[in-house]
């Protein structure tokens, strides 16, 4: 087999068979299809499309070209959550605990962050002594301790996926829903639990930006999840403004650690209770969504999920909750009235790292001090010298660009602005049919 066929082949809008696509796979990452090959091969794949069996066996092949999780000896049911990204997006870090507390395991590994976007990694590395790469053994161990455990991901997990995201990183090819959820589900299935659920993203924060172009990527992903024997769900939620009031990395922890003692934001707080009632639902813990969402309340509500956390924070040689406090703060005042009709989320989300929150690069240090309080939502009013935000960094020279970003992002009307919806839709199969439910 000759990977200029199988270029060829795509390129005139054939179907591939998974052995063509296999050759790609392993070829690709021995080293034996050079870059400029691969790179032909994804634009052919972006122009043609991949279909629902192209896209799975695809992801098939990503999954075998490395390291899989072996969790069977986790002693009860595994479920693991994904979020496509965002700005202020810290649910993990609240799911996680409260679901340990109710009863499943989640062994979780995530990511760092890089863009407009935060990584889970990032956010438990501003606590102090806290370790994010533990022995595979290790990891089996405190989850069955506890039932969590939250890491940095194995470096041999899906090498094939790194080295594609690369090369669609600099090929213009990584907005492709095809692409996107081989990345995604591949990674999540090499992560060996019984349930995905997965929240995708939709809004100027995301990299989704309509409904339809989020209910499409969704049903791909439930689909490659589903095939793969794996229950699989996906929440529609959206991003056209912050999740919380806190973006950045030790700021966003301490918010997290605000909900688990129910002090913290309503649309945080809701999004956390809707992700643990799926999650609940799809274990066979509870039957319907009002029974999951009443439970997974009471223990948030009662603290269960902080108690959680704090068996987190000790299992992974977290020191203390005292976070390094940022050397600078700004004062930002509005500069005029008005409702808020809308926010540009991503500029939201770029604005903080320009305080130091994010990276451009995958190797760039970022600063866990820096981060935007921003405590409006759309609807919200606000008089003009009002206390609109706060920018923290330890970087000095980072205030000017980071104010003009964040005040460029939000639009005020002078006429009232209705509250904005989180939860869009929820997107699963059924007897092997797609379903999907607007939330109301």
């Known amino acids: 087999m000759r990977m200029y066929d199988v270029i060829y082949k795509k390129r005139k809008g054939e179907k591939l068979t998974e052995e063509e696509i296999a050759f790609f796979i392993s070829s690709y990452v021995s080293g034996d299809t050079p870059d400029y090959q691969a790179s032909a091969f994804l634009m052919a ?28 000896a986790l002693e009860g049911i595994k479920v693991d959550k994904h979020s496509t990204g965002g700005v202020g997006d810290k649910t993990s870090l609240t799911l996680a605990p409260l679901i340990a507390s109710l009863g499943l ?18 956010k438990l590395e501003s606590i102090p ?6 022995r595979e053994e290790d990891f089996i161990q405190q989850s069955n301790d506890i039932g969590l455990a939250l890491i940095s991901q194995t470096k041999n997990l899906v090498p094939a996926d790194k080295l594609l995201y690369a090369l669609r990183d600099v090929t213009a090819t990584v907005d492709h829903p095809a692409l996107i959820a081989s990345s995604i589900m591949s990674k999540k299935l090499a992560a060996g639990t019984d349930y995905i659920l ?15 172009e989020a209910i499409h990527l969704a049903k791909i992903m439930v689909s490659i999840g589903e095939r793969a ?4 769900r996906a929440i529609i939620s959206s991003m056209d403004q912050p999740l919380g009031y806190k973006i950045g990395n030790s700021i966003e922890v301490e918010e997290a650690i605000e909900l688990l003692q129910d002090k913290g934001p309503q649309d945080l707080k809701e999004l956390t209770l809707v992700l643990s009632s799926q999650l609940l639902i799809m274990a066979g813990k509870c039957k319907n969504m009002d029974k ?26 977290g020191k203390s909750l005292n976070f390094v406090q940022p050397l600078f703060e700004r004062k930002v005042y509005a500069p005029s009235s ?10 939201i989300g770029e604005s903080a790292s320009i305080l130091g929150a994010g990276r451009k690069t995958k190797d760039e240090a970022i600063d866990l001090t820096a981060g935007i309080y921003l405590p409006f939502k759309i609807g919200d009013y606000i008089k003009k010298g009002d206390l609109l935000a706060k920018l923290y960094s330890s970087r000095k020279n980072v205030f000017t660009d980071s104010e003009a970003k964040l005040l460029s992002s939000i639009v005020l009307n002078q006429n009232k602005v209705k509250s904005h919806k989180l939860i869009r839709a929820l997107v699963y199969e059924e007897s092997g049919q797609s379903k999907v439910e607007m939330w109301s």
């Open 45 to 72: 794949c972006f122009l043609q499309d991949l279909d629902e069996e192209e896209t799975y066996f695809l992801t098939r092949q990503m999954l075998n070209s490395g390291h899989k999780m072996d969790l069977s």
């Open 105 to 122: 395991i989640m062994a979780k590994m995530s990511g760092r962050g890089l863009g407009h976007t935060g990584g889970t990694i990032d």
């Open 129 to 134: 002594g806290f370790v994010t790469e533990l």
């Open 198 to 212: 997965l929240d995708v993203k939709v809004g100027s924060g995301a990299f989704l930006k309509n409904i339809d």
């Open 229 to 232: 024997g794996k229950k699989t």
């Open 292 to 317: 999951a969402y009443e439970v997974s309340r009471k223990h948030l509500e009662s603290g269960y999920g902080y108690d959680k956390f704090l068996e987190l924070v000790k299992a992974q040689g």
């Open 338 to 347: 008005g409702y808020i009709e809308s926010f540009d989320t991503q500029a």
